[in-house]
């Protein structure tokens, strides 16, 4: 029997859950053989029916982290390197093909204080609606848990893309964005991370009705995504039981902190009975994050920070003089002219500030996670050919790296991920679960600290 994404991908750890084989599988058979369900690791994943599969391999042929696809690179010259001469794009190793670069922020309905950070995301979706230039934008909002606290969703007016602002860390999938496009004619933007980005553009190689209907992405810069237990776990740090929440919220800005000091916010209940709990990134909420905690494992073998398939990328710009103040603010990394255009016409009516910026202070705002998503990977690559394992080579190869400290670093949040994640499952619906998960991360903290005292 021909090999499926469940076995390829999944059964391999290497699924990060965006959903887009489950979309292309009902999209190009109809037949329904995979779908999208809770995995054990805290992510959606494709379970396969291998009744109705009909071997045609359209679910690996659109995965963003099955090796063969065409890569980044290929996928991003094909789509921006244009044949119009006055704005070629620049092609950059680390943010793709891009015609421009600039930092900056939303002036108007409170987009800025609003969104997670400058507000640009939220107003180029608005406007790409209020212009007439899409029907329909899918992008992620909040849901009412406790089986999902988000979901994708195809907005159609400004208040409900406003309503959806804020970044979410959680996974969601977009199989039924995909079906969905694929089977009803209208014109389509998408916004999303760089696996769904990468997944639909593989898909419209496949799907001619998907290729003519998207016709704007747009994308997010990506630190890794995080499990269903991560934003579970913090419920538990709040107080609050995590299954009974029915909301919670990230990237909650207070004017009193520094911007990158956000907070969660989750509640249970309603009326009189409501229950609401919240926390700071500077009250342990940034050292899970930092050190790996409940990350989605499949994230360590993808390369792609920026969206580079996206027609424009929004990043958060928060250092000066490109923050402009703690008010938050963007990069904005444009490939697409059709973009180009509508920023350009915002800026003019002053609907937007706009700043062209270089390479560079982009670029460094990427460097912590350029360590995760190029060094590292290329020696992860690395230890797995030195296991006898074949590693799955997208852009980076395998490459050993003689930097001990980096190496510990990276072996110290792999156990951290794998502990955090095991245990939490394991005792989800325990009392004391969140007790054993930080009795687990202080485990592997003690017998790292042995290892170094034992090598001192």
Not at 22 to 48: E, F, N, Q, Y
Not at 117 to 131: D, I, N, S, V
Not at 156 to 180: G, I, N, T
């Amino acid at each position: 029997m021909m090999e499926t994404v469940y076995e390829r991908i999944v059964m391999q750890g290497r699924c990060v859950g965006c959903g887009t084989c489950a979309g292309a599988c009902m999209a190009a058979t109809g037949t329904g053989a995979l779908r999208m369900a809770w995995h054990d690791s805290g992510i959606p994943a494709p379970v396969l029916n291998a009744d109705v599969c009909v071997q045609c391999g359209t679910c690996l042929s659109v995965c963003p982290l099955c090796e063969g696809n065409d890569d980044t690179t290929t996928v991003g010259r094909s789509l921006f390197s244009l044949s119009e001469k006055e704005c070629a794009p620049v092609e950059d190793d680390l943010l793709g093909c891009y015609r421009s670069l600039h930092a900056g922020y939303s002036l108007v309905h409170k987009h800025r204080e609003n969104g997670a950070g400058g507000g640009l995301t939220t107003w180029f979706l608005e406007e790409l609606l209020a212009q007439g230039l899409v029907d329909r934008v899918a992008c992620v909002v909040p849901a009412k848990g406790p089986d999902t606290f988000f979901r994708f969703a195809l907005l159609d007016s400004a208040q409900a893309v406003r309503a959806a602002s804020r970044s979410a860390y959680y996974p969601v999938h977009a199989a039924d964005m995909l079906a969905e496009m694929a089977a009803h004619e209208a014109r389509y933007a998408l916004v999303g991370l760089p696996c769904v980005i990468r997944g639909f553009r593989l898909a419209a190689q496949h799907i001619p009705a998907l290729a003519s209907r998207l016709v704007m992405t747009v994308g997010l810069t990506c630190g890794q995504a995080r499990s269903r237990y991560f934003a579970e776990y913090l419920c538990l740090r709040c107080g609050l039981d995590a299954g009974a929440v029915d909301r919670v919220r990230f990237r909650i800005k207070d004017a009193q902190r520094h911007q990158l000091d956000h907070r969660f916010e989750c509640r249970s209940g309603a009326g009189k009975g409501a229950r609401q709990g919240q926390i700071y990134q500077t009250e342990g909420m940034g050292w899970l994050w930092g050190h790996d905690c409940f990350k989605v494992a499949g994230c360590n073998f993808c390369d792609d920070i920026t969206s580079e398939l996206a027609d424009v990328s929004f990043a958060d710009a928060v250092e000066e003089p490109h923050c402009h103040g703690n008010g938050g603010a963007n990069f904005v990394m444009v490939r697409s002219e059709a973009a180009g255009r509508l920023l350009a016409a915002g800026r003019d009516r002053g609907d937007i500030f706009l700043e062209d910026v270089t390479a560079e202070p982009v670029r460094k705002r990427m460097e912590g996670v350029e360590l995760i998503k190029r060094h590292d990977l290329r020696h992860r690559l690395h230890l797995m050919r030195e296991a006898g394992m074949e590693p799955p080579v997208l852009r980076q190869q395998p490459q050993r790296r003689d930097d001990a400290e980096k190496n510990e670093w990276m072996e110290l949040r792999d156990c951290l991920r794998q502990a955090t994640t095991s245990v939490y499952a394991a005792h989800r619906h325990a009392p004391d679960a969140g007790a054993r998960v930080e009795e687990a991360i202080q485990d592997v903290l003690a017998r790292r600290k042995q290892k170094d005292t034992r090598k001192a």
